[in-house]
């Protein structure tokens, strides 16, 4: 069993879609497939266009109804995507995530699944029917629910996971994961093996690879991931638990370098650290990069939380204009020495560590905004990623 999933830019227009569709004709076995909204913002039927569509009339919009709207770029993708299968001569049928047995709870605009019945896609399968499905929703007592940023993923995955498919394929319109963003370093490279570890910490470090749910999903059920090429036919990056024969010995010790702009660094002294989180955590603002000492307690969260964490906390300082870069392998555990690279290789371009954080398969820094293309440029020739 086989799971693909196509991403906005992979059925945005007729070409596009013609390679999806080879990809999808060439498979071993009839596969599932997966489709996001057409195109991205400004698209007609990409999702934030359906958004600002019924925002422009104004007022609070039902979170029931924006899922509802919401839906809708993902089913015209089903569509579309299927009657181009049968014109090339094969039986496919459109159907909506709820059609295709995804169950949800009712938390609009972030629900997760609660079950999949397989029996509706096993069932075209059995006929020779291709299913595509329309990602990024379920179905909840009758209602649409969405399942968030990159729940098109995550319908791959849990399908996959309802299927015991024997890989998700997840193609984009690059060739695979990359060593850093390539906007970023010009000598960004591809990376042929990752780990579900090394590409969950991306994931939630800033690079735009996969959802992190999605990756989850799979590990847990220890399903391969691919992320391919629309347009190109190798074999993309394969994420798995073991890619190196069962090991990671001779793994690479950092693999990837990612990067989050626009963080703010919140300073608060002499204050109860329970208290002070327990009022971040009211104002719903999520916290990276912790410090607590007896005089001070210092934090990090997204710029756009700002006016939240002022209202939260009175009297704390907060500084804008940090980004976070990180240094991620699966093989960096147990170690010495990284940190010791990563922080020569910032002091040789000059640039400050304001605070750090580490995890088993990552290394992460704050630095000024203004230095992060630097730094990656920095940290990927010192961990020699070109």
């Known amino acids: 069993m086989l799971i693909m999933k196509f991403g906005g830019t992979s059925v945005a227009n007729d070409n596009s879609r013609r390679a999806a569709i080879d990809h999808i004709l060439q498979a071993p076995c009839i ?25 422009r009339e104004g007022g609070e919009v039902p979170r029931r109804d924006m899922d509802l ?36 709870d009712g938390n609009y605009g972030s629900a997760r699944a609660t079950g999949v019945d397989s ?9 020779g029917i291709i299913p595509v499905v329309a990602g990024f929703q379920g179905d909840y007592d009758g209602d649409f629910t969405t399942l968030g940023r990159g729940g098109s993923d995550t319908s791959a995955a849990i399908l996959g996971k309802a299927l015991q498919a024997d890989e998700v394929q997840i193609f984009t319109d690059v060739e695979g994961v990359l060593t850093t963003d390539p906007n970023l370093n010009k000598d960004a490279k591809f990376i042929p093996f990752l780990t579900y570890e090394e590409v969950l910490e991306m994931a939630q470090l800033g690079a735009k ?5 999605a990756v989850e ?6 399903i391969p991931l691919r992320i391919k090429c629309t347009t190109k036919n190798s074999n993309g990056t394969l994420i798995a638990a073991n890619p190196e024969s069962g090991n990671l010995k001779n793994k690479q010790v950092v693999t990837s370098v990612a990067v989050i702009a626009g963080r703010s660094l919140v300073t608060i002294k002499d204050a109860d650290p329970e208290l002070v989180f327990q009022r971040v955590a009211k104002a719903g603002v999520s916290v990276d990069l912790i ?29 804008i204009g940090y980004g976070k870069v990180s240094v991620i392998g699966a093989a960096m555990r147990g170690v ?14 000059g640039i400050s560590i304001e605070r750090t954080a580490d995890s088993h398969t990552s290394i992460s820094c704050l630095v000024k905004e203004e230095d992060l293309k630097i730094a990656v440029e920095a940290l990927h020739d010192a961990f020699l990623l070109g």
Do not use: W
């Not at 057409?38 to 359906?50: E, F, I, N, V």
């Open 119 to 127: 029996t509706p896609i096993q069932k075209l399968i059995d006929e």
């Open 336 to 349: 010495p020495g990284v940190m010791a690279k990563v922080v020569g290789a910032l002091a040789k371009r």
């Open 291 to 319: 410090n607590v000492s007896p005089e001070t307690i210092s934090f990090t969260v997204d710029t756009v939380e700002k006016a939240k964490v002022e209202q939260a906390l009175p009297g704390a300082g907060i500084s």
């Open 209 to 213: 690879v996969i959802h992190p749910k």
């Open 69 to 104: 709207i919401m839906a809708c770029g993902e089913i015209v993708s089903a569509v579309v995507m299927a009657q181009a299968i049968r014109n090339r001569g094969h039986k496919a049928k459109a159907l909506t995530g709820g059609q295709a047995g995804i169950a949800t």
């Open 217 to 222: 999903i799979c590990a847990e059920e220890r």
């Open 31 to 55: 596969p599932v497939v997966v489709v996001s909204a057409m195109g991205r913002k400004g698209s007609p039927y990409a999702t934030d266009t359906l958004r600002e569509l019924v925002q």
